[in-house]
């Protein structure tokens, strides 16, 4: 069982849930499938895959709460807006989640995103976004343009800064340099049900070729045809990555 931490968030005025799990090791911030909670990971099997990395103290996971409902996943509003509550939820994890984070760990320290399906795509933002606090992602099944999920209205700069495929192609500078040094991804999908039809697919080999195209670090690891957009692969994708990882 993982210790249940309700932490306040100022920006959305409300608490979300962190389990954490383990007792030492790398951290792991782990991000829920769509509108999904913190108890997901553990309710799909994913903390029993990596049970012998959390026993052997080489991880701690800390699963948090989604924000989705409120904003990607919220069909009213426009996908400029949508951009905009998330950032409410982007926030609760860097001025409240990774400072508990921190201190659970004894002192500042980098951490491991990852998550599937639109987790994958929080992994794979934060860590673009922040990565001197997230050196490393792991994303499961992933799609990273938000552009592309049933929005409506005009897209500007809020939609810009939080959609990979857009911001990634403008990356430059000393910035560019430095994220080089700083970061690396690995971006994993299958090629069977629902990878096609959700985008994950498509989105993933085009966000590996953006980041090939600015040389910035990562791995594309494309699974067989047989493998599905759905927890049973997840929890074999998971432990075979983070046994390589820690």
Known sequence: MGRVVDIWSPAIGAAGAVIAYGHWGLPVLVFPSEAGRAGDFEANGMVDAVADLLDQGRIKLYCVDSYDAASWSDRGIPLEERARRHGAFESWILDQVVPFVHGDCGGPTGVLTTGVSMGAFHAANFALRRADLFPRALCLSGNYDPSTWHGWGEQG?????????????????????????????????????????????????????LLAGKGIPHELDVWGHDVAHDWPWWRRQLPHHLHRMT
Do not use: I, K
């Not at 800064?161 to 911001?167: D, E, G, L, M």
């Not at 403008?170 to 080089?180: F, I, K, N, Q, V």
């Not at 700083?182 to 039809?197: F, H």
């Open 157 to 209: 700069e809020a939609l810009y800064f939080q959609n990979p495929t857009a911001y990634v192609p403008g990356l430059h500078g000393d910035h560019l340099e430095w994220l080089r040094h700083q970061v690396r991804l690995t971006l994993v999908c299958g090629q069977g049900m629902w990878e096609d039809t959700t985008g994950a697919l498509n989105s993933t080999r085009t966000l590996a070729g």
